[in-house]
């Protein structure tokens, strides 16, 4: 008997652009993605999470401060605070800090230009949900596109929390970190694009990876749903 697919939402905000990219991807990868609305104060019965990027909002104020306030955020704060697994991509990892769910802030990059390329990536933790189908060390190629990707940790950031670091610095991020992880390990933010790196027709398949890693590490609580 085939494993059930996990149910892995992606959330739509006004300003979203990459929602369809991560349904996509995640469908992809034997996911059932369910797409979410930002209006929506409760989840629906959900395995996973997404917020995807774009420019909520309109990136108005600050990135991510106004989509903090959504009726969505409040509930996938509590989605995550349960434990539930939750992956933020460039303004949802923006948001995600606004939130509170993840550590430090992103600011203006250092050029104070938009930049949109690929990068390369350096796996520094192998034991995520979000990264087990990887290798510590292990480098990615994964698209940027922002002009807010300028990561700065508190002073107290754990090392470990880091999860993901650039080869080299495309924006002026802190120690060149390009996503890290919350304390308990189940939420993950980054500013790389993986939707936009899941098929070798787009130049690189690498960020298969993370969101393959997302379905695993999803499926056992879908499997206990269904049992």
Same mark, same amino acid.
């Given at each position: 008997?085939?494993?059930?697919?996990?149910?892995?939402?992606?959330?739509?905000?006004?300003?979203?652009?990459?929602?369809?990219? +991560?349904?996509?991807?995640?469908?992809? %990868?034997?996911?059932?993605?369910?797409?979410?609305?930002?209006?929506?104060?409760?989840?629906?019965?959900?395995?996973? @999470?997404?917020?995807?990027?774009?420019?909520?909002?309109?990136?108005?104020? &600050? #990135?991510?401060?106004? +989509?903090? $306030?959504? =009726?969505?955020?409040? +509930?996938?704060?509590?989605?995550? %605070?349960?434990?539930?697994?939750?992956?933020?991509?460039?303004?949802?990892?923006?948001?995600?800090?606004? +939130?509170?769910?993840?550590?430090?802030? *992103? *600011?203006?990059?250092?050029?104070? &230009? $938009?930049?949109?390329?690929? @990068?390369?990536?350096?796996?520094?933790?192998?034991?995520?949900?979000?990264?087990?189908?990887? @290798?510590?060390?292990?480098?990615?190629?994964? =698209?940027?596109?922002?002009?807010?990707?300028?990561?700065?940790?508190?002073?107290?950031?754990?090392?470990?929390? @880091?999860?993901?670091?650039?080869?080299?610095? #495309?924006?002026?991020?802190?120690?060149?970190? !390009?996503?890290? #992880? %919350?304390?308990?390990? %189940?939420?993950?933010?980054?500013?790389?694009?993986?939707?936009?790196?899941?098929?070798?027709?787009?130049?690189?398949?690498?960020?298969? *990876?993370?969101? !393959?890693?997302?379905?695993?590490?999803?499926?056992? &609580?879908?499997?206990?749903?269904?049992?």
């Amino acid at each position: 008997m085939a494993s059930p697919q996990p149910r892995i939402g992606v959330v739509t905000y006004p300003g979203s652009q990459d929602d369809r990219d +991560a349904l996509w991807a995640l469908s992809a %990868n034997d996911a059932q993605a369910v797409p979410v609305w930002h209006e929506d104060g409760e989840l629906p019965d959900l395995d996973a @999470v997404v917020v995807p990027g774009g420019f909520s909002y309109g990136d108005y104020l &600050r #990135c991510g401060a106004i +989509a903090r $306030f959504s =009726p969505v955020t409040a +509930a996938i704060v509590e989605f995550a %605070n349960g434990g539930g697994l939750v992956l933020g991509i460039c303004n949802g990892f923006q948001i995600l800090c606004e +939130a509170g769910l993840l550590p430090g802030a *992103l *600011l203006r990059n250092a050029s104070l &230009r $938009f930049v949109c390329r690929d @990068v390369e990536l350096v796996v520094e933790r192998d034991d995520t949900p979000f990264t087990a189908r990887c @290798v510590a060390g292990q480098r990615l190629v994964i =698209p940027i596109k922002h002009g807010d990707g300028r990561y700065v940790p508190p002073a107290d950031l754990d090392p470990s929390q @880091v999860v993901f670091r650039y080869l080299e610095d #495309c924006n002026g991020s802190v120690d060149d970190i !390009a996503g890290v #992880c %919350n304390e308990a390990g %189940n939420v993950v933010g980054l500013m790389p694009h993986p939707e936009h790196a899941v098929d070798p027709l787009l130049g690189s398949a690498d960020g298969a *990876l993370i969101f !393959a890693s997302l379905v695993d590490a999803s499926r056992p &609580r879908a499997e206990s749903a269904v049992g």
